[in-house]
């Protein structure tokens, strides 16, 4: 069997790990960002709080994702759980560091006056500071989700998702009929998806950056 | 619309820091006049003006804005009542012209349709054109124009007292000194109590009504008229602040109608030339000025060609400055006609009678 025909053969299924994969990424994404932005709000105004916050994240990042998911195994048991924890471990660095530095390059006349005309500090961060860290923001959430893409794969052994089962299959198969097919079908499965879902980002971008701040 | 600001002892310790940074600070900033402060760099004026906004709070003392008590109030609230306006304007970079002016309009509540006809009166009234203007963002204009848009969001919600931290502090000297007649015509019209923070002393005399000379932690070394601190700066420090080219600042204070102004030979246009060359003879002086039948200046002659006058060119008013008398010299060469309301010949201003008032000048500050 060619390739193609194994896709066309499998078409339905694939579909529905792709649907599956892109679900648990774009969910753990959201979720990391939350997280994200909050710890980067949270730490950005203090050097050493910003220090140790890019460092645990960074540190997470430094485990093997094999790893990372066997130790929740035990913890969380098989399937969603697990997989949702470690990818939204995974994205958070990107994320809590572009929103730190994003913070930071708000210039501080800017900050200034929005205090001085009469902001809450509140107001001011919503309406000034995140709308001005917002490309910093949004390329570290980008970045995550390109990342979180291929980790996802990985949570295929822990029960998880996605087209990792394909990947898995073939690799624990391989050598039988249709085991690369099936590799190849996971992987680049994931390939396509990533390169659709960093389109969607360019869009976004377009559509949530003011024209007052794009660089162009 | 104006208000009276007083601060009472007003001292600002950081912790950790042996000084404090403004020091028992107490004044009286009167409603409807500019008030500058000036003083060199770290002397604390930025510090002392951001705490009647209460950017900075104060450690002990009290700031009132028309009797009101500035530490009873909520410090949003006091700030939206408060116009601001910063170096480099400080402009949202996200948001467009329009949008900046109308932010406190906004943050106070203005409907929509008030907020941006405000919008556009304070666009105007700043120079700029708001069709052309309203829908830009700030990266889109030049150094000057972000400094109006500044200015005019600082205005937008028509407050009583104005703080400017060197405003101005960042465009070039041609910019600065188009925005600073800009700001006076404003307050002619406006007569809002604005509080000017700068290190130009230049700046200082041209814009306030009155100036305080602040020294290290924010003591106040002289506070008066431009013309009194010029005339006799307190100590050794002012004078040093005023700088050498004190005399030159004055004049641009002095009014010609404050000096004594002396008197040309007359005739007029229509007088023969042989009359006129008699009564220079008889005067013992060399040039004539010629008047029309309303008493106007028209020329000059001189007593060797009574038959060829010269025009005259610049002539100043009663209400001109020395400086621009000095200027008016310059040109004509020796002296400078001096008209009266009505553009009728009162007098003129000699090049001696500068230097003398120069000198006076020089001598009173050094006493």
Redesign the interface.
Known sequence: MTFWDFVADRWNRLVGEALLHVSAVVQCTVLAAAIGVGIGIAVHRSPLGSAVATALTSAILTIPSFALLGLLIPVLGLGAPPTVVALVLYGLLPIVRNTIVGLNGVDTSVRDAARGIGMSRAGVLTRVELRLAWPAILAGVRISTQMLMGIAAIAAYARGPGLGVEIFAGLTRAGSANATNQAIAGTLGIVILALLLDGIFALVGRYTVSRGIRGE | MASEIELIDVTKRYPGTGQPAVDSVSMTIPAGEIVVFVGPSGCGKTTTMRMI?R?IEPTSGRITIDGEDTLSLDP???????G?A???????????VGQNVG??PG?LGWDKTRSSDRVDEMLDLVGLDPGDFRDR???QLSGGQQQRV?VA??LAADPPVL?MDEPFGAVDPITRGNLQDELMRLQAELRKTIVFVTHDFGEAVKLGDRIAVLGPQSRILQYDTPEQILANPADDTVAGFIGAGASLKQLTLLRVREVELSKAVTASVTDDPADIRAKLTEAGRGFALLLDDRGRPVSWVHARTPGRPTPVGDSVTLQSTLQDALEAILTEGGAAVVTGSRGEYVGLVEIDTVMSTVRRLREEAGA
């Open positions: 906004n950017l949003d609230r006091l700030r939206r009542g408060i601001y910063i170096q480099q304007a400080g402009l949202f970079p996200h948001l467009t932010m406190v943050l963002y700030p990266r500044g969001r600082a703080l």
